[in-house]
């Protein structure tokens, strides 16, 4: 069960990661899409 | 001399008497291009009366269009509707100012087809498909029964799966399990969701159900490639599974078909998971990246190829190929979902027994000896460690 527990916070940990991570690689929709004229935000 | 000034004004009385309105308005028209002023509105809304000359014989002149290489040229023989059936067909060439190809289609149909497959078919399919095997199941539980340890158990352990492929199972499943459930919350959103619960609880809902699901999506892929490498050799299909088959399993009748360490259902569901999660993976990536990775045109080229009858379409609009993605997602995605939860039962309340092998990864003896024989006979010949855990039957 403690594999199972520690598989499950690892997915959780990743999951947030790999938020963060695509977010500062710029890897949005709307940024991939967008031209340099776009202001996003 | 009196009278000459006298004379001068009268003369330029009249000069400004007798001249024409419209001598006037003519160098206000020279602003507007020749179209009327707001002082000819208001002339007319008064009742005045009004030189229409000017625009009643301004029916333009072929002559003075621009050539149609010019900038601002004239379409030529190509009307306006000619046009716009151009846009409607993106048979036009659109220039956009942004980096997307998807931008230069102005006008794309496929959406409606798209639409009414996601909120029909699939839907139903979702529904009846995943509601028919919980219902099936549960008739087989009341039917069936539990599967039990013939005999009981024994009171000794065997190792089943080491702690890293538990891991890796557990990784897949967590991450699977939270797919699966924030894939229906966002396809029965609009006809579920917000009918019960309104629309600001499915606009919370379908937030955080597009965050968990874009991002654990990782975890799946990444997973699914460690299960793959960790039982492949295991899961090679032979004979013995033919006859696991023919012998219904175990599931149907008491006989206790001869297994290695997996069995011919357990081979089924680990290459379906294989096959349809690669599968549903791409189509994923296609969403994650939206307009990036294009791949039913390439696919149905292929598909022609094999079998020429199909004709598929080979031409497919950057929103045709998103739309057909995203229904393929959704069709694997529940055939996925509709196998696992029979996987589910047979692994935790179908089979006594069963759920300790991923659990704390130690399955009674008595148990691998009926369900995987071959195996813990390979395992003790390995000198494998037998631990007692209980008193024995």
Known sequence: MKTMLAAFAFTAVV?????????????????VQSAPSVRLD | MKLKVLGAYLIALLTFAVTPA?????????????????????????????????????????????????????????????????IRYSETEIKVSNNSHAAEVLV??????????????????????????IIALAAFYFLRGRMTIEGGPSGQTIERFKSFERFGHWCL??????????????????????????????????????????????????????IFVMWVAHNIPNKLDLEWFAKGGGIVGNAHPSARKFNGGQKLIFWMTIILGASVSMSGLSLLFPFELPMFAKTF?????????????????????MQLAHLWHAIV?????????????????????????????????EWARQHHDLWVEQEEAKGAPIQQVGDAR
């Not at chain 1, 999951?15 to 940024?31: H, I, Q, R």
């Not at chain 2, 094999?306 to 609009?317: D, K, Q, R, V, Y």
């Not at chain 2, 196998?339 to 991923?358: L, N, Q, R, T």
């Open chain 1, 15 to 31: 999951s947030v990661g790999a938020y963060f991570v695509l977010s500062e690689m710029g890897f949005s929709s709307a940024e």
């Open chain 2, 22 to 86: 419209h001598s006037q308005d003519e160098g206000q028209r020279a602003s507007t291009g020749g179209a009327q002023t707001l002082e000819d509105i208001l002339a007319r809304q008064k009742g005045l009366e009004v030189d229409e000359s000017f625009r009643r014989e301004n029916l333009g002149n072929p002559e003075n269009a621009k050539a149609i290489s010019d900038k601002l040229g004239s379409l030529g023989g190509v009307s306006s509707s000619d046009l716009y059936r151009g």
């Open chain 2, 108 to 133: 794309q149909d496929g959406g409606m087809g798209w639409l009414l497959t996601r909120q029909g078919g699939i839907q139903a399919f979702a529904g009846y498909g995943i509601g028919g095997i």
């Open chain 2, 173 to 226: 499943a967590g991450s699977f399990i939270m797919l699966a459930c924030t894939g229906l919350l966002l396809l029965f959103g609009r006809s579920v969701i917000i009918p019960v619960f309104g629309h600001e609880a499915n606009s919370a809902i379908a937030t955080f159900s597009i965050w968990v699901h874009n991002n654990i999506a990782w975890v799946f892929m990444a997973s699914l490639v460690a």
């Open chain 2, 301 to 321: 080229g292929m598909i022609n190829t094999i079998f020429p009858a199909m004709g598929l379409s080979t031409e497919l609009l950057p929103h045709e190929e």
């Open chain 2, 333 to 365: 995605a529940i055939t996925m979902i509709i196998a696992i939860v029979a996987h589910i039962y047979i692994g935790s309340v179908g089979m006594e027994g069963a759920f300790d092998a991923m659990g704390n990864g130690q399955v009674d003896l």
